[in-house]
């Protein structure tokens, strides 16, 4: 029975191996391009598409939106008049990263970047976020 078990482990552990490194093999096809990998599997988002209201991010603050098309977002307002966004999408591997109280931070292996320019703070991610141009129209923030 031990032997069974041994070989049931083992199978299960090849597989989840194999499913990672599918998986990472992915992720890492995605980072190609210096960590631009949203501008390469998707069309910019078009002009005028309204990302948040300014009374959706207070001024120091940023906050995480997702598009009508699925895409997540980071839109940063680091002045009354001065805004910024970026892909949500980690330049490590992949992962969603958060909007913190001072940072935007990847859950996943706690790469730490600025929220209002996108530069990285801390590793492992060596690429900033992508950034999406924006820009302010009424009480809106709007792709650029």
Do not use: K
């Amino acid at each position: 029975m031990t032997g069974h078990a041994h070989s049931r482990r083992t199978v299960l552990a090849t597989g989840a191996a194999v499913a990672g490194a599918a998986l990472g093999a992915g992720a890492l096809a995605g980072c190609a391009g210096g960590g631009q990998q949203g501008d390469d599997q998707q069309p910019p988002l078009p002009r005028g598409t309204r990302l948040a209201s300014l009374d959706e991010v207070p001024v120091g603050s940023a906050t995480s939106v997702t598009t009508s098309d699925g895409r997540e977002v980071i839109v940063s307002r680091r002045a009354e008049d001065e805004v910024a966004a970026f892909s949500a999408v980690c330049t490590h591997q992949g992962c969603a990263v958060v909007a913190e109280e001072s940072q935007l931070r990847c859950p996943c292996h706690n790469s730490t970047f600025d929220p209002f320019t996108g530069a990285v703070r801390g590793g492992p991610a060596d690429a900033p976020l992508p950034a999406v141009e924006v820009t302010i129209e009424g009480n809106g923030i709007v792709t650029a």
